[in-house]
């Protein structure tokens, strides 16, 4: 593992679809003519709208960040202590919205709170009510609520990963020195907790703050984010010099946070005893555990599958009630349409996409995870997450712009993978470098005394341990990889659709086969996914955990 | 115990799933091939691929591209003979045609067809500005009249008079030096839920002045004309119908009224609709005059009508006019030319309503005989592609200070 070929492999990559790309877009949109214009800079700053989005922007995403770290503590404690049957199952339901459409997920809570969903309906015949009781759809609360959905298993991942290898000891030691067990949580385990607890937030955060989908389609036209802006002004009004400089301004805003949280995460990073998984995870005894357990994980599994069932539900039922005529008509084309792809080969192309795109996404991130390690430069950190603080539709169009001849891969099928691994690998970076900064340095250095090569001290002691985290890695990938739909709309090639895009394109256009076409393929995607994030997390090698 | 089962259940789910791949498609190549990393304007062209790979073994598989980028290569080929050139097509998500109609303009001209889909129809266009120089295709479809004047202003297209020019219907004609060839149009209407209004015993809309009234009250949906098409289009009939200086007050009754704008087409027919079952409540969506049609036809075999109707007062609706246009540096302009002749011929007009579910431009074109239950705006609004592109932006803006702040 030399050093120099360590940066060569993330770096050469970033530079080419990242910051070429992007350079690109921003010299045609701010220098058209070379010299740089400040026409849009001056626009941006005349209107005080731009101001408030921003606002807006951060402002949600606090509270949204939050409150997914609040709901997500509990499930990550109980799912990284405790050991219980469909453990499994649940981490992978849980991270499955991650993975749908934004318009699939909108329509599945459609379906149970909108003004004549499930919810709304029942309470109206049961309180005869003339109105529908919850009003949430186009409310900030909707959008707060979508991003606790969608996030939850950022957190669980991250910090359930972690808190899975700490010494339980430490905890029970300051217990036995007499303190509580609220106590001994405060004042021992969060703080060994922070690095992961940092990194999810931050990760978090990212989203809310670059969140498109669910502020566009369920927040409603009132609320805007900047990378709702970002999309209006490119797309609809093709004012590019306003847009380069929405992106700057969000580019800029993670390029600090990251910063500062590269930052803390040093100062709070310290060398750990990590322990397996096997000796920190109890199996519950007494009732109250039980109860406890299934109450924390009830609720969120509730939460998380309610609108999943829904959109089960709804393409079940056809104008004959129960039937699966929406799944047989997926293999129909009724059209004789050229252009008509069988969702079979969406199935298939989403997950030839995701796996390539672990195949290059897991060992970009764990160099740059492993380099960053090392390097002294702080901004390095910052630099490599800021992928996922980037528009899809700039970089899109950055592409355009960018790679064309000579070097003509805008209409290459790989550009979906290549796109997908720019996303995805900031994940893998964050997933693996707490695990990695909390390796004792003289594991190590005494595999080195001991006369190994670096690569053999790195496979000895470095990979088994971060193993966990790289299925994390992987995991979060896959499910980028799956769900990602407008960077995938907008640089995909049409014959090679993938399961959002078909699901999109058939939610295009009127009728009841239609949308039952989609919902059918939204839960296939769903079971799909669910199985191969299964299958991914029992594929940890020999070993795995240490 | 459930571990294992697990994760037998899982490999026995994904096993079947690879295997009911590989039996539906045996061709299906999942993983881009190689060739898909190359120049894809031109990887099966067997006229260029000598000069451009001389020291490419002839042994290689046929998808193996040429190397070399395909700009220098000459666009020479011969017309007939010898394995198809490539076409590409450019268009927003939308186009469709059948298998059959493809084919046979396919085989007689010796092409294969690529469409490139890009993203919806400013989304596609835009891409399509910026590649200015080096397109990513040779035709591009799919402009409308709302973008009309951003395309001609960009002088992107390369103008061709196509041979059927004198049947054009002149309306359609917007552009007369021909950069942009029209091609088919389709009506953004307003949609109402039949059995609603039956069932609450309230006549339904007839004209855009109803929906201002206390019996409409929290009853309509629109899109939001700053990230949707229709919702554009609507806005824009509204400005035909009260004027560039009244539509605002329309609007601000509408709002008084408790419109609801979503932002895109989808969730508006779908999410908020009350006849889309998906949990909302509004019997009134600005969709298209074809819809209805369209849902007899998805109906999932069961409707012999409609569940819905469109509001077709006087300038209720607005007319969405779409264009085709041959792309400056296309590589193969001849080929493109004769793609512009292809969308205006009989085979393929009287393909357009079946799979895009809009009308052909042709009057002499036949419809399916399920739009019957289409319905045409007598009288569409009327504003001008000019008047729309000098004041989009105004209007939008104006139109988001009184419906949205």
Redesign the interface.
């Known amino acids: 593992m030399a050093a120099p070929l360590g940066w060569l492999l993330p770096g050469g990559f970033l530079l080419l679809f990242y910051f070429y790309p992007l350079a690109a877009i921003f010299q045609r949109s701010l220098a058209p003519d070379g010299a740089f214009d400040w026409d849009g800079v001056a626009r941006v700053l005349a209107t005080p709208y731009f101001a408030n989005v921003l606002g807006f922007t951060v402002a949600q995403a606090a509270l949204s960040t939050a409150l997914t770290v609040l709901c997500g503590l509990p499930a990550a404690y109980v799912l990284s202590r405790w050991e219980f049957p469909g453990q499994a199952l649940v981490r992978a339901v849980i991270t499955v919205p991650f993975l749908l459409p934004t318009i699939v997920v909108a329509l599945g809570f459609s379906i149970i709170l909108g003004p004549a969903g499930w919810i709304n309906t029942l309470l109206q015949q049961a309180f005869g009510l003339d109105e529908p009781p919850i009003k949430l759809l186009n409310t900030v609360w909707i959008i707060i609520v979508a991003h606790i959905y969608y996030n939850v298993s950022v957190v669980v991942r991250i910090v359930g990963n972690f808190w899975a290898h700490l010494d339980p000891q430490l905890e029970s030691a300051a217990q036995m020195l007499g303190a509580s067990r609220w106590r001994a949580f405060r004042e021992v385990t969060l703080p060994l907790l922070a690095p992961a607890l940092v990194a999810a937030s931050l990760l978090v955060f990212v989203f809310d703050f670059t969140s498109f989908g669910v502020v566009l389609l369920l927040g409603g036209p009132r609320l805007a984010t900047l990378e709702v802006e970002i999309y209006r002004q490119t797309v609809n009004l093709f004012d590019l010099p306003v847009a380069a400089v929405l992106s700057l301004v969000q580019i800029g805003v993670t390029f600090g946070l990251m910063a500062l949280y590269a930052r803390v995460q040093s100062a709070l990073a310290r060398p750990l005893r990590l322990r397996p998984q096997q000796i920190t995870r109890r199996i519950p005894h007494t009732t109250g555990e039980r109860a406890a357990i299934a109450l924390t994980l009830g609720t969120l599994v509730v939460f998380v599958a309610l609108p999943l069932v829904a959109l089960a539900a709804q393409s079940v039922s056809t104008a004959d009630g129960f039937g699966l005529r929406y799944y047989t008509e997926l293999f129909v084309n009724r059209r004789n349409s050229v252009t008509y792809v069988p969702p079979i080969e969406a199935v298939w192309n989403s997950l030839a996409f995701a796996v390539l795109t672990i195949a290059l996404a897991l060992p970009l991130g764990t160099l740059s995870a492993q380099r960053l390690m090392q390097a002294r430069w702080r901004w390095l950190d910052p630099v490599l997450m800021l992928p996922l603080a980037t528009s899809a539709v700039t970089l899109g169009f950055g592409f355009i712009l960018a790679l064309g001849p000579p070097i003509n891969l805008r209409s290459s099928a790989w550009l979906v993978p290549f796109a997908h691994a720019l996303i995805a690998f900031p994940f893998v970076v964050r997933s693996v470098l707490p695990v990695l900064r909390s390796i004792r340095p003289n594991l190590r250095e005494a595999a080195r005394v001991l006369g190994a090569s670096p690569a053999h001290a790195w496979r000895a002691v470095d990979l088994p341990i971060i193993t966990r985290a790289l299925v994390a890695g992987a995991v979060f990938t896959f499910t980028v990889s799956v769900g990602e739909f407008g960077a995938t709309s907008l640089v995909g090639r049409p014959e090679m659709p993938t399961m959002p895009v078909a699901i999109f394109r058939l939610l295009g256009q009127p009728g009841a086969l239609n949308s039952g076409q989609a919902l059918a393929l939204s839960t296939i995607l769903v079971l799909v996914s669910i199985s191969a994030i299964m299958l991914m997390e029992r594929l940890r090698w020999e070993g795995a955990d240490f | 115990?459930?571990?294992k089962a697990?994760?037998w259940?899982?490999?026995a789910?994904?096993a079947a799933?690879?295997l009911?791949?590989c039996g539906?498609?045996p061709t299906?190549a999942?993983?881009?091939s190689a060739a898909?990393?190359?120049?894809?304007?031109a990887p099966v062209a067997p006229t260029a691929a000598p000069t451009a790979a001389p020291t490419k073994a002839p042994t290689t598989a046929p998808t193996t591209a040429p190397t070399a980028?395909?700009?220098i290569l000459p666009t020479v080929a011969p017309a007939t003979g010898g394995a198809p050139r490539e076409l590409v097509v450019m268009s927003h998500?939308?186009?469709?045609?059948?298998?059959?109609?493809?084919?046979a303009f396919e085989k007689a001209n010796n092409v294969k067809?690529k469409?490139?889909?890009?993203?919806?129809a400013?989304?596609a266009l835009?891409?399509a500005?910026?590649?200015k120089g080096?397109p990513?295709g040779d035709v591009f479809f799919g402009v409308d009249n709302t973008f009309l004047s951003?395309a001609l202003k960009a002088d992107i297209f390369e103008p061709y008079k196509p041979v059927a020019a004198d049947k054009l219907p002149a309306a359609y004609v917007l552009d007369p030096k021909f950069n942009l060839t029209p091609t088919d149009y389709g009506d953004v209407c307003l949609n109402y839920d039949k059995a609603y209004f039956a069932k609450k015993n309230i006549p339904a809309p007839q004209s855009l002045d109803d929906l201002t009234k206390p019996a409409y009250k929290g009853m309509t949906v629109v899109e939001?004309p700053?990230?949707s098409s229709p919702g554009l289009a609507f806005l824009i009939a509204t400005i035909g119908k009260y004027g560039a200086d009244k539509y605002i007050d329309y609007w601000k009754a509408l709002r008084a009224n408790n419109v609801?704008?979503?932002?895109?087409?989808?969730?508006a027919?779908?999410?908020?609709s009350?006849w889309?079952?998906?949990?909302?409540?509004r019997p009134i969506v600005v969709?298209?005059a074809t819809?209805p049609a369209?849902?007899v036809?998805?109906?999932?075999?069961?409707l012999k009508e409609p569940p819905t109707g469109n509001v077709l007062g006087e300038s209720a609706c607005f007319r969405q006019i779409e264009f085709v246009g041959v792309l400056k540096g296309a590589k193969n302009p001849d080929l493109a030319r004769k793609f512009v002749d292809f969308m205006l011929s009989k085979a393929f007009q009287e393909d357009i309503p079946?799979?895009m579910?809009v009308y052909p431009v042709m009057a002499d074109a036949k419809l399916p005989d399920f739009y019957s239950w289409a319905q045409k705006a007598d009288k569409p609004a009327a504003v001008t592609a000019d008047a729309i592109d000098a004041n989009r932006?105004k209007w939008?803006s104006a139109w988001?200070d009184a419906v949205?702040?």
């Open positions: 115990m459930f571990r697990g994760l259940l899982t490999i789910i994904l799933l690879f009911a791949a539906a498609t299906a999942p993983v881009p898909a990393a190359q120049p894809t304007t980028a395909p700009t998500d939308s186009w469709a045609a059948s298998d059959d109609v493809v084919a067809l469409i490139l889909k890009s993203g919806d400013g989304a835009n891409k500005i910026l590649a080096s990513l951003r939001n700053a990230t609801l704008v979503s932002e895109g087409w989808e969730d027919y779908y999410a908020k009350s889309g079952g998906k949990g909302g409540d969709s298209y819809s369209a849902e036809f998805f109906s999932d075999g069961k079946g799979q579910f932006e939008i988001t949205l702040r």
